[in-house]
C-alpha cells in the first residue's frame, strides 16, 4: 500500500467548474445527492489516468486535469474542436483501454453493461490481447523452428557422412604407404640400373635433365588441371545460386510495389472513417453527458431557462424540473415521461456502445493491414539484399570464367611443352637406354600418384574438420528448437490460459461473494468454458465462449437454473462488478493502475454496498467511490469522506 496522497485539480470537467482535491491510499467515498459532480469527478480522475470518457463542461471550451501520484505530475487536456473533443497532455497511461474496461467501473462501464445485457462475455474479457500479433510470433517461430529443424536435418545428412569420410582418409593413407613402397622399390632399380649404365658423364647429365625438365613439366601441368578443376567447380555452385536467387527474387518482387500503393490507400480511408467515428462518439458523449446532467439537475443555467418567469422564487433544480414522473424536455419545453427521456438517454448509450465497437474494428482492420504493409517492406528488403548478392554473384561468374579461360590456355601450352619435352625423351633412347627411361617414367608416374594422393588426404582431412565443426553445432541447434517450442506453448497456451484464469477468477470471487451478501434463493452464479461453431463467411469454426450459468434454490432445497434477465437489478450489478473484477485481476490491472472507481450502485442496498466496498478495497491502492448521501451513511466513520467537488 502506498504512503502518498494521491492529489487531483479539475477544471470544466462534466458539471465542475474548479475543484481540488487530496486522497489519502485506500477507499475514498464521494458522497451526496444527485447533481453534485460525483460522476464528472470521477470521469476527471479516468481522464487523468489516460480515458477519453470524459465530457467538456457545456459552456466551457477548454477543461484541464491534474494528477500528482507518487511524486509525479500527469496532465490531461480537452479542446472542444470541429464539433468534438480532442484529447492531448501526458496522462498517466499511454492506453486505458484495459482500465476503462476492468478499472474504471462507471455506470457506462462496457463489463458491467455486458452482463446485464447478456452479452459476449469471453470478447469483452479477451478485447485488450492482440490475438493477430499473437497469431504473428506463433508464425514467426513457427518459421524459426522448420529453419532450425532444416539446419538440423543438414547437419544430421553431414554426420552421416563422417564414417565414409574416415573410410575414404585411412584407405588413401594406405594407398600412400603402398605407393611409397613402390616408388621406393623403383628408384631403388632405378639406380641400380644408372649404376650399370656403361656412358659418358656428359650423356648422363643430359639424359638426367631431360627427364627432370618432363617431371617439372607434368607436375606444373597437374597443378593447372587442379585449379582448373577448382574454378569450374566454383562456377557450377555460383551458376546455382544465381538461379535461386533469381528465382527468390521473383516471388519476392511479385506485385509487391502496387500491394503497397493499395495499402496505403486502404489505411488513408480507414483512418479518415476511425477519425470521422471518433468525432461521432466524442459528440454523443456531450449529448448522454449532458442529458444525464439535465436529468440529474446539476445544469442549473439551463434549467434556469426554463422555469416560470425566468427563474424569480425558483425552487431546486431538480423540483422545478420534476413533476411527479414528467420533467420539461430542454430541448422543447413540453413535458414529457422522464422514462421516455432515460429510455433514449439509454438508446444513446448502446448507439455509443456500437460507435466503440466500429472504432475497436477498425483499428483491428487497421493493425492488420499495418501488418501485412510491414511484412511486404520486410520483403522488399530481402529483395533488395538478394539483388545485390545477385549481381555479386554474376560479377564472380565472370571473373571465374575469365580465370577458366585462362587456365585452359595455360594447360593447351603446357601440354604442348610436355608433348615436346617427351619427344627429346624419345629421341635419346637406344637400346643401352631403353630400360632406365621407362623406369624414370614409372618414377615420374608413381610420384605425382604420391603427390594427388597427399592431396586428396588433406582435402579429406579439411573436409573432416569443417563437417565436425558443424556437427559439433547439432547441440545448440537441439537446445534453440526447446526454446523456440517453449516460446511456441506459452503462446498457443497464452489466450487458453487467460480465458482459463478469467473464469476460475469470477467464479472464485463470485462464490465469496454471494456467501457474503446472502442473496436469497440465489445457490451459485458461474461461468463455463465452452466452444461453439459460428460462421465465418461460408466456413464454419470453433469459438470458445462464456456461458453465464445462474443456479437459484426452491425452499424444498431443489435447485434449477434461471437466466439473466431473471436476476433482480441489484443480482445484476453485483454480477457485472465481479465480472469487471476477473477482468481487472486477470489481466493484471492493478500492476500499472493504482486506482479503481466504483459508481452508480443505487440499485443496491446499503448494507451490501458496505460489503462490496470493503470485497474491492483490497484489490486497489485508492478506491473512490460515488454513493448517494443514504447509502454513504452506512460508512460513516469507517472512509473519508469527500462532500463537495
Known amino acids: 500500500m502506498p504512503t ?60 484541464f486535469v491534474e494528477l500528482m501520484v507518487d511524486g509525479e505530475s500527469y496532465t490531461r487536456t480537452l479542446t472542444r474542436s470541429n464539433g468534438g473533443v480532442t484529447y492531448g497532455g501526458d496522462p498517466y497511461l499511454d492506453d486505458a483501454e484495459v482500465a476503462d474496461l476492468f478499472a474504471f467501473l462507471i455506470e457506462s462501464n462496457e463489463a458491467r453493461l455486458a452482463v446485464s445485457r447478456d452479452e459476449e462475455l469471453r470478447d469483452v474479457i479477451m478485447r485488450p490481447v492482440d490475438t493477430e500479433v499473437i497469431q504473428t510470433e506463433i508464425r514467426e517461430l513457427e518459421q524459426k523452428k522448420r529453419e532450425v529443424d532444416s539446419k538440423t536435418e543438414e547437419l544430421e545428412s553431414l554426420k552421416n557422412r563422417l564414417p565414409k569420410l574416415q573410410e575414404r582418409l585411412t584407405q588413401r593413407q594406405m594407398d600412400i604407404e603402398t605407393k611409397e613402397e613402390e616408388l621406393a622399390k623403383r628408384e631403388a632399380e632405378l639406380d641400380e640400373l644408372d649404376q650399370g649404365l656403361k656412358e659418358t658423364r656428359e650423356e648422363k647429365n643430359e639424359v638426367e635433365e631431360t627427364f627432370s625438365e618432363l617431371r617439372e613439366a607434368r607436375q606444373e601441368l597437374e597443378d593447372l588441371q587442379y585449379k582448373l578443376e577448382t574454378e ?109 427521456i432515460e429510455e433514449t438517454v439509454d438508446d444513446l448509450r448502446s448507439l455509443l456502445s456500437g460507435k466503440h465497437s466500429e472504432v475497436r474494428e477498425l483499428e483491428d482492420e487497421i493493425g492488420e493491414l499495418k501488418s501485412e504493409k510491414e511484412s511486404i517492406e520486410v520483403q522488399q528488403e530481402r529483395a ?183 436476476l433482480s437489478e441489484s443480482e445484476r450489478e453485483v454480477t457485472g462488478l465481479i465480472f469487471a473484477l476477473a477482468g481487472y485481476l486477470v489481466h493484471n490491472v492493478y500492476e500499472t493502475l493504482p486506482v479503481m472507481l466504483l459508481d452508480s450502485l443505487e440499485a443496491i442496498d446499503s448494507d451490501r454496498i458496505t460489503e462490496l466496498v470493503h470485497y474491492f478495497e483490497q484489490y486497489a491502492d485508492y478506491l473512490f467511490v460515488a454513493l448517494l448521501s443514504e447509502d454513504a451513511m452506512a460508512l460513516d466513520g469507517q472512509y473519508p469522506f469527500v462532500k463537495s467537488l
Not at 489516468?49 to 477548454?62: C, I, M
Not at 495499402?263 to 442529458?291: C, G, P
Not at 629421341?427 to 603427390?451: C, P, R, S
Open 384 to 566: 533488395e539484399d538478394v539483388s545485390r548478392r545477385r549481381h555479386e554473384v554474376e560479377e564472380e561468374i565472370e571473373e571465374r570464367e575469365e580465370a577458366i579461360n585462362e587456365l585452359e590456355n595455360l594447360i593447351m601450352i603446357q601440354s604442348e611443352k610436355i608433348e615436346q619435352l617427351e619427344a627429346e625423351a624419345e629421341a635419346v633412347e637406344d637400346e643401352d637406354y631403353g630400360e632406365i627411361l621407362d623406369a624414370h617414367k614409372e618414377v615420374n608416374q608413381l610420384g605425382f600418384e604420391l603427390d594427388r594422393l597427399h592431396k586428396e588426404v588433406e582435402e579429406i582431412k579439411t573436409e573432416l574438420a569443417e563437417v565436425n565443426d558443424q556437427v559439433a553445432k547439432i547441440g545448440d541447434l537441439q537446445d534453440r528448437r526447446e526454446t523456440i517450442t517453449s516460446e511456441l506453448n506459452k503462446l498457443r497456451t497464452k489466450i487458453e490460459r487467460l480465458e482459463e484464469g478469467a473464469v476460475e477468477a469470477f467464479n472464485d470471487h463470485m462464490a465469496d461473494i454471494l456467501g457474503i451478501l446472502e442473496y436469497e434463493n440465489v445457490e451459485r452464479i458461474w461461468l463455463e468454458r465452452t466452444t461453439r461453431e459460428v460462421r465465418n463467411g461460408r466456413q464454419k469454426e470453433t469459438k470458445s465462449v462464456f456461458e453465464l450459468h445462474i443456479i437459484r434454490s426452491m425452499p424444498d432445497g431443489t435447485t434449477y437454473e434461471d437466466t439473466v434477465d431473471h
Open 4 to 63: 502518498d496522497q494521491m492529489k487531483i485539480s479539475v477544471s470544466n470537467i462534466g458539471g465542475i467548474d474548479e475543484t481540488k482535491q487530496t486522497f489519502e491510499p485506500g477507499v475514498s467515498i464521494l458522497a451526496g445527492r444527485n447533481a453534485t459532480n460525483r460522476t464528472s469527478f470521477l470521469q476527471a480522475v479516468m481522464a487523468g489516468f489516460g480515458s477519453t470518457q470524459a465530457s467538456l463542461k457545456a459552456d466551457a471550451d477548454e477543461g
Open 232 to 340: 569450374q567447380e566454383s562456377l557450377e555452385s555460383l551458376k546455382t545460386e544465381r538461379e535461386d536467387l533469381q528465382d527468390a527474387l521473383e516471388q519476392l518482387e511479385t506485385g509487391s510495389k502496387y500491394r503497397i500503393e493499395e495499402l496505403n490507400a486502404e489505411l488513408s480511408q480507414l483512418r479518415s472513417e476511425k477519425q470521422a467515428l471518433e468525432a461521432e462518439i466524442s459528440t454523443l458523449q456531450q449529448v448522454i453527458q449532458f442529458n444525464e446532467d439535465m436529468l440529474d439537475g446539476s445544469t442549473a443555467d439551463i434549467a434556469h431557462t426554463l422555469q416560470p418567469n425566468g427563474g424569480a422564487n425558483a425552487e431546486s433544480v431538480t423540483d422545478q424540473l420534476v413533476t411527479d414522473t414528467e420533467v420539461v424536455c430542454w430541448t422543447c419545453s413540453s413535458r414529457v415521461e422522464q422514462s421516455a
